[in-house]
């Protein structure tokens, strides 16, 4: 198994090129924070997403490039990267204790899912109102498909 040809071709296996990936981003913002550490938002970090560059199996990449391009460009209709790809910040996922692995990225992406969803940091009931994390605002086309709205059966 070549695992740098696995890394440029995500259709070939996908769940290497989706751990591999996952993992990258959550270390990078991991090392992003501790480069800048003490931060009260990962967002205090001017470019952490956008501009600085990280150097991953010897090419350059910023965040936003591996999770808009490498993960949702290649997987559009995965949503629920959302909920393994950690920002550090308010609205974003805990992390968790271990690595994401091909083996078990399935069940990963199905906990984590399970987890933020029933958190109520992430979705929760005040009154009448349905009170949904960041993630649903700034993603919403990601959980809106055909047709159906955030809430929406």
Excluded at 8 to 26: D, G, L, M, T
Excluded at 88 to 102: F, Q, S, T
Aim: net charge neutral.
């Amino acid at each position: 198994m070549d695992l740098a040809q696995d890394l440029r071709v995500p259709k070939e296996n996908p769940k290497i090129y989706q751990s591999f990936w996952i993992n990258a981003y959550n270390l990078c913002v991991i090392k992003g924070i501790v480069e800048n550490y003490p931060v009260k938002s990962p967002l205090d970090v001017q470019g952490l997403f956008d501009k600085k560059i990280f150097i991953i199996g010897g090419e350059e990449r910023t965040l936003d490039e591996i999770e808009n391009k490498l993960l949702r460009g290649n997987f559009p209709k995965e949503s629920r990267f959302h909920f393994v790809l950690v920002c550090a910040g308010l609205g974003c996922p805990p992390i968790i204790d271990r690595a994401y692995l091909p083996s078990t990225l399935e069940v990963q992406l199905q906990q984590q899912t399970k987890l933020s969803l029933n958190n109520p940091d992430f979705v929760r009931i005040n009154g009448n109102k349905v009170l949904l994390s960041q993630i649903f605002e700034w993603c919403m086309n990601d959980f809106t498909k055909e047709g159906k709205s955030l809430v929406g059966s």
